[in-house]
């Protein structure tokens, strides 16, 4: 039973695929502690009195923000498989009219 049209089923599919692509390599990227993405990371304001607890604190952000995006590329499977089963009820509505 078709809830959705098949162009939004078919964007969905899409949207769907390279948000899985796009959030999978951050996470890769966050994970490997990445210089580029250190400007994102949610550290504590305010004055570093300790190295070690910097330190330690950056490893806890990074690998946060990597599960972070692993999570959120998990819910796009999700939408991906409800898009894939509307485009196929929507294609299977069209051929059996």
Not at 4 to 30: A, D, E, H, N, T
Not at 34 to 50: C, F, N, R
């Amino acid at each position: 039973m078709p809830v959705c049209g098949p162009k939004l089923s078919l964007c969905g599919l899409i949207m769907s695929i390279w948000g899985i692509i796009q959030l999978s390599l951050m996470g890769v990227f966050y994970y490997i502690h990445s210089v580029a993405l250190a400007e994102d990371l949610p550290l504590p304001e305010g004055e570093i009195k300790d190295p070690a607890e910097f330190y330690n604190d950056v490893d806890v952000a990074y690998t946060q923000n990597a599960y972070n995006c692993w999570i959120a590329a998990c819910l796009y499977v999700v939408t991906l498989a409800i898009s894939g089963h509307q485009f196929w009820a929507n294609s299977r509505s069209s051929l059996s009219v």
